[in-house]
C-alpha cells in the first residue's frame, strides 16, 4: 500500500486516515505473497474521491477528537492503543466499505458511541 501516493488536495492530507489503513492491513490474515491484501492501493485511491471527501473528514475528525478525549483521561499506554486500534480499523473499514458482517454500522457516529463505550469501560477498571 502506498499511503505516499495518495493525493487528496493542496490542503488535507488525513493522516489519521492514511495510518488506520495501516493498521487494517496490519492486522489482517489476508495475506498474498507475505503482503497484507485487505486493503489494496486501488481502494485506497478511493479515498481521494469527491464522493468519499466528507465521509473521510468526519472519519480524520472522529479518529483526532477521540486521540484528545484520550490524552485527557490519562489512561496507560497499553489501553489507549488498544481502544484507538479499535476504533481506527471499525472506522477505516467503515468507510472503505469492507466491513464484515458481524462488525456492520450504518453510520460513523455508531462507530463512535461503540467505541466511548470501551472507553468508559477502561475508565472503570482504572478506578
Not at 480499523?89 to 466499505?97: N, S
Request: net charge positive; proline share 2%.
Amino acid at each position: 500500500m502506498k499511503n505516499a501516493n495518495l493525493n487528496f488536495g493542496a490542503v488535507d492530507k488525513f493522516p489519521l486516515v492514511q495510518n488506520a489503513a495501516c493498521e487494517a492491513n496490519l492486522q489482517s490474515h489476508k495475506v498474498v505473497d507475505g503482503i497484507c491484501r485487505l486493503i489494496t492501493p486501488a481502494k485506497m485511491v478511493t479515498l481521494t474521491s469527491k464522493e468519499l471527501r466528507p465521509t473521510v473528514k468526519q472519519a480524520e475528525q472522529m479518529m483526532s477528537d477521540a486521540r484528545a478525549l484520550l490524552e485527557k483521561l490519562k489512561i496507560t499506554e497499553g489501553d489507549y492503543v488498544k481502544a484507538l486500534g479499535k476504533l481506527d480499523v471499525r472506522v477505516i473499514l467503515y468507510t472503505l466499505k469492507l466491513q464484515h458482517d458481524a462488525d456492520s454500522y450504518d453510520n460513523l457516529a455508531q462507530i463512535g458511541n461503540v467505541t466511548f463505550t470501551i472507553y468508559i469501560r477502561i475508565c472503570v477498571h482504572m478506578i
